[in-house]
């Protein structure tokens, strides 16, 4: 047995912005049977567009998929026109939220100060955070990959220490292996997980050793057994092979068999 009992694999889907309702429902009542009762070991969730929610938590109501939102308000309530706080994300029964995805940093000047206040909005609200972390090419090349995320993931820390990951997880995704194709290499990724459960065993050294990494970027059917294979890397945020119902089982088992 690879997995440590305290972290059970974990596999999620980020289906970011592609979603409808037909799809969204073709896509439940393709992965029900498997995502029901105890047919997966792994844990398991969908993170959809905020609209959609409600249908995903109707529709998984009887199976062991979780249902998460890709964002949450960094405020916790108010006159934030546009915005969705973790508060309502726990009241129609959304179980996580993806909280500093690099698109959400990149695209829409999310700071680390930021990230930490929707971590600990969605921790205080009982919503599991989802924390990303991870470089651009640029600073890969630099070779300032470690530096750079534990500096993120520390800004977290910080403010709101080991619990909320505990809760959630933490994920590691390269900017540059984010839907290009290019995933990490399994030892690559695994060398930064590593890394990142040092940085959270300085805060927390008990702690550090329950909290699930996982890994993001390029997942699919084809590199996730080696991934999983790896000691840190505790399941993974998958994107664009997660949009296939029948893809995204396949990382599934891969994470059931590495257990
Ligand atoms: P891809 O799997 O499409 O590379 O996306 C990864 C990701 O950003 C998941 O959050």
Known sequence: MRFDM??????IANWKMNANTQANQAWMDEARVQLTGSALACDVAVCAPFVYLPQLCEGFSHSAALVGAQ?????????????????MLADIGCDMVIVGHSERRTLFGETDAIVAEKVRLAYENGVMPILCVGETLQEREEGRT???VAAQLKAVLDTVGVAPLLRGALAYEPVWAIGTGKSATAEDAQSVHAALRQVLAQ????????VRILYGGSVKPANAAELFAQQDIDGALVGGASLKAQEFLAICHCADAAV
């Open 6 to 11: 305290t972290r059970k694999p974990f596999v």
């Open 146 to 148: 470690i530096e750079v």
């Open 203 to 210: 805060y927390d050294e008990e702690g550090a050793q329950a």
């Open 71 to 87: 964002n949450c308000a960094s405020y916790s309530h108010g006159a934030y026109t546009g915005e969705v706080s973790a508060a």
